[in-house]
């Protein structure tokens, strides 16, 4: 197994730029994972693991499969420089990005939309969700957070790994998915219906957005139909993602 010890390692100085620099990971289609779970979710996909990076006083659990895939142990020196959690488990992988083809797009029949949605614990929490719910992919527009940030990827447990997330103009997805008889429904206080009351459908994209200023108003007009969670106690609104784990599992199950 190849070791690394210092710092200055230009293989170290690319892993620390791909944590920090948004700008990097977008150029190169890579980042880094941190933790035994999110570590044995990604070696499921072999194929987008660049490497796996150990610590020597940590170990590869004997019932993962890592052949072919590259290894390399690193000191405690190292470790602290790539770990961003405070207890750090002292295993990381550089894994690439999910690549989608646009034949693959057009199959995607339950989407979720996500518009301007700035935390990534928020984001995260989200991916999660619609891969619990089954949902095909998630679109995240302009102003949402980074997917492959440390804290998304942390809040979203692997789900990275089993289902689409790309970038997208949210109006140029709304406006395909109308094309394809997908229904759209947009998230508003205002003329809204409750999502209980909503006619469910095998096929249909769910367009969440920022939790202070909603959905921009250009794609509210050209949503088919905008749908709400009724407060019933003394709350002003729902955190995004607890709002949007109830809306996906009320349009999905029938």
Same mark, same amino acid.
Not at 204 to 216: C, D, P, R, Y
């Given at each position: 197994?190849?070791?690394?010890?210092?710092?200055?390692?230009?293989?170290?100085?690319?892993?620390?730029?791909?944590?920090?620099?948004?700008?990097?990971?977008?150029?190169?289609?890579?980042?880094?994972?941190?933790?035994?779970?999110?570590?044995?979710?990604?070696?499921?996909?072999?194929?987008?693991?660049?490497?796996?990076? $150990?610590?020597?006083?940590?170990?590869?659990?004997?019932?993962?499969?890592?052949?072919? $895939?590259?290894?390399?142990? $690193?000191?405690?020196?190292?470790?602290?420089?790539?770990?961003?959690?405070?207890?750090?488990?002292?295993?990381?992988?550089?894994?690439?990005?999910?690549?989608?083809?646009?034949?693959?797009?057009?199959?995607?029949?339950?989407?979720?939309?996500? &518009?301007?949605?700035?935390?990534?614990?928020?984001?995260?929490?989200?991916?999660?969700?619609? &891969?619990?719910?089954?949902?095909?992919?998630?679109?995240?527009?302009?102003?949402?957070? &980074?997917?492959?940030?440390?804290?998304? *990827?942390?809040?979203?447990?692997?789900?990275?790994?089993?289902?689409?997330?790309?970038?997208?103009? *949210?109006?140029?997805?709304?406006?395909?998915?109308?094309?394809?008889?997908?229904?759209?429904?947009?998230?508003?206080?205002?003329?809204?219906?409750?999502?209980?009351?909503?006619?469910?459908?095998?096929?249909?994209?769910?367009?969440?957005?920022?939790?202070?200023?909603?959905?921009?108003?250009?794609?509210?007009?050209?949503?088919?139909?905008?749908?709400?969670?009724?407060? *019933?106690?003394?709350?002003?609104?729902?955190?995004?993602?607890?709002?949007?784990?109830? *809306?996906?599992?009320?349009?999905?199950?029938?």
């Amino acid at each position: 197994m190849k070791r690394i010890e210092s710092p200055q390692n230009s293989l170290v100085k690319h892993w620390k730029k791909l944590l920090s620099v948004r700008k990097e990971r977008d150029k190169t289609g890579e980042f880094i994972i941190e933790g035994f779970h999110l570590v044995e979710e990604a070696i499921k996909q072999k194929e987008n693991v660049l490497t796996i990076m $150990i610590s020597d006083t940590s170990e590869i659990p004997v019932n993962w499969d890592v052949e072919n $895939i590259e290894m390399v142990e $690193i000191n405690d020196v190292i470790k602290k420089e790539l770990a961003e959690t405070e207890h750090t488990q002292g295993i990381f992988a550089h894994c690439k990005q999910q690549t989608v083809v646009d034949q693959e797009q057009t199959n995607w029949s339950r989407l979720l939309l996500i &518009d301007a949605v700035q935390d990534p614990g928020n984001i995260g929490t989200m991916i999660r969700t619609a &891969d619990a719910a089954g949902i095909d992919a998630v679109i995240l527009g302009k102003g949402s957070a &980074d997917a492959y940030n440390s804290k998304t *990827l942390r809040s979203a447990q692997g789900s990275h790994f089993h289902i689409p997330v790309v970038k997208g103009d *949210l109006h140029d997805w709304v406006d395909q998915l109308k094309n394809r008889q997908v229904p759209v429904f947009g998230t508003a206080f205002e003329n809204s219906t409750p999502f209980n009351a909503v006619k469910k459908g095998d096929t249909f994209a769910l367009i969440v957005g920022n939790e202070g200023s909603g959905i921009h108003a250009e794609l509210l007009q050209k949503t088919d139909q905008n749908i709400i969670v009724p407060l *019933l106690g003394q709350a002003e609104s729902l955190n995004v993602a607890v709002a949007t784990g109830i *809306l996906l599992y009320g349009l999905t199950l029938k």
